[in-house]
């Protein structure tokens, strides 16, 4: 395959224009088939590269080996873990993705919308990248580099260690999964066949970012029960659960508990979908935020105005579901101190300086931790994402590549 020779940058190009997104609304899994067409590309170009054990399960889940090439024995198996899917929130069909050689901070008029202008100004980060190679899509999709471009540096980190032998590591295991931007990404993960000791996501955004703390996370839907009767005789009779949600929305707190409204350790309260008739509506809302006892706080105060709605509207009553969805990793990461550690000793040695950062969201190495694979989050550069503002940088990228390979180095040196 000529394609094995590629730079990550050359991979990422590739991957971007296979459509991979996922669908909420789905109840298959994954919940769109065409994911699969990335996983059996990527495992047709690990098994032609000479990787080992490649495979792609029923659940479209792509596992790989990289043996031990070490004469020490008892070394950690590491696991690099990237999502296949992108995200619903933005078109990821033909896409188009632009190389911007050596960036010089201009604006970045993305060619077949050339209202879609990617500027230093709504992107800061993009001006600490002068002089670098910047990939943007062209203007009618996102890019994808969330995270096709985890996806591309653990692909470029598997030629490199397949063709350089005199990078010396322990057993290295690769897992692409499917329908993490849906919440799902390790619904049907087998554990015992996955078999490693330690993981790490590439799923992060600026060079030398680690993420060791999500938010913790449910999901909540409050519905709204009226009283159905004929529009032209409803006098005295009818209550329109429509109403009745739309003075509880109304009452939301609008200057704060929003996302639009927080930053940084801050939790929130999001309200996404609506449905609505005469006789019942509902409220969707994800519920966010890094301490998780801080949860029951937020949906309280969602049942209190929720109680105090249907006391303006007699006859009305409301119920509550909640559901959850993934905590806050840091409390299994807090267990193992030295997986963070290592993966900040690596970066160090490499002339990266690190920062450690909070996830305002979740990744697949959220249900990991849990699932008994401790798993913070590495940078690949994604910037902007679900977005067609979308772009990375390809020495970001590049930069990931070696920090993966000084990881394995560092847990081989033991």
Request: glycine share 6%; charged share 25%; net charge negative.
């Given at each position: 395959m ?9 991979k990422l ?13 789905s109840l ?7 994911q699969k ?9 690990l098994?032609?590269?000479g990787?080992s054990d490649?495979?792609?399960d029923?659940?479209?889940y ?5 043996p031990?090439?070490s ?7 590491i696991?690099?873990?990237s999502?296949v899917d992108?995200a619903?929130?933005?078109?990821g069909?033909?896409?188009k ?5 050596n960036?010089?901070?201009q604006?970045i ?10 500027t ?10 002068i002089?670098?190679?910047i ?6 999709t996102l ?7 985890g996806?591309a ?8 260690l397949?063709n ?7 057993d ?11 919440g ?5 993960l087998?554990?015992?066949?996955l078999?490693v000791?330690i993981g ?12 060791g703390?999500?938010?913790?996370a449910?999901?909540?839907?409050i ?10 005789y409803?006098?005295?009779?009818m209550?329109?659960?429509v109403k009745?949600?739309?003075?509880f929305?109304?009452q ?6 929003s996302p ?8 929130f309260?999001?309200?996404?979908n ?14 966010r935020d ?5 949860l029951?706080k ?5 049942a209190?105005l929720a ?7 007699e006859g ?5 579901e909640v559901k ?6 840091r409390?299994?990461?807090a ?10 000793q690596?970066?160090k040695r490499?002339g990266?300086e690190p ?10 190495g ?7 694979l ?5 940078f ?5 994402i ?10 970001d ?6 920090t993966?390979?000084e990881?394995?180095?560092v847990?081989?040196?033991?």
């Open positions: 000529n394609d094995l020779g590629q730079s990550v940058a050359e190009m590739r991957y971007v224009q296979v459509d991979t997104q996922s669908d909420p609304e298959t899994f994954p919940s769109t088939e065409k067409n990335l996983s059996r590309m990527l495992v047709k170009e098994i032609a590269m990787v490649v495979e792609m029923e659940w479209g792509v596992f790989a080996t990289i031990s090439n004469s020490k024995e008892n070394i950690p198996t696991c690099f873990c999502h992108t619903p929130d933005c078109s069909a033909n896409v993705p632009i190389l911007h050689k960036y010089l901070g604006d008029i993305l060619p077949d919308d050339p209202s879609q202008v990617v230093v100004k709504e992107h800061p980060y993009l001006g600490k990248r002089g670098d190679d990939i943007t899509a062209s203007g009618l890019l994808g580099a969330d995270d096709k471009a996806v540096i653990i692909m470029q980190l598997a030629h490199e397949i350089d032998p005199s990078h010396i590591h322990g290295v295991r690769i897992l692409f999964t499917p329908d993490e931007e849906v799902r990404g390790v619904d049907k087998d554990m015992d066949k078999n000791d790490y996501t590439l799923d992060g955004g600026p060079r030398g970012s680690l993420e703390d999500t938010f913790s449910n999901s909540m839907t519905r709204f029960k009226g009283v159905s009767a004929h529009p032209g409803a006098k005295g009779k209550v329109n659960a009745v949600m739309s003075y929305i109304n939301l707190p609008q200057a704060a508990f639009e409204t927080t930053s940084g350790s801050q939790g309260v999001h309200p996404y609506l449905k609505g008739q005469l006789e019942e509506s509902s409220v969707d809302f994800l519920i890094f301490d998780t006892q801080n029951e937020h949906q309280k105060v969602l209190d109680e105090a709605t249907i006391n303006h509207f009305s009553s409301f119920e509550v959850e969805q993934y905590r806050n990793m409390e299994v990461l267990e193992h101190p030295h997986i963070e550690a290592n993966a900040l690596a970066m490499i990266i920062q450690q950062d909070l996830v305002r969201g979740g990744t697949d959220s249900r990991l931790s849990f699932m008994g401790p798993c913070p989050n590495l690949t550069g994604e910037m902007a679900h977005s067609k503002h979308e772009y990375v940088s390809v020495q990228m590049e930069a990931a590549v070696k993966c390979m990881i394995l180095k847990y081989e040196e033991g």
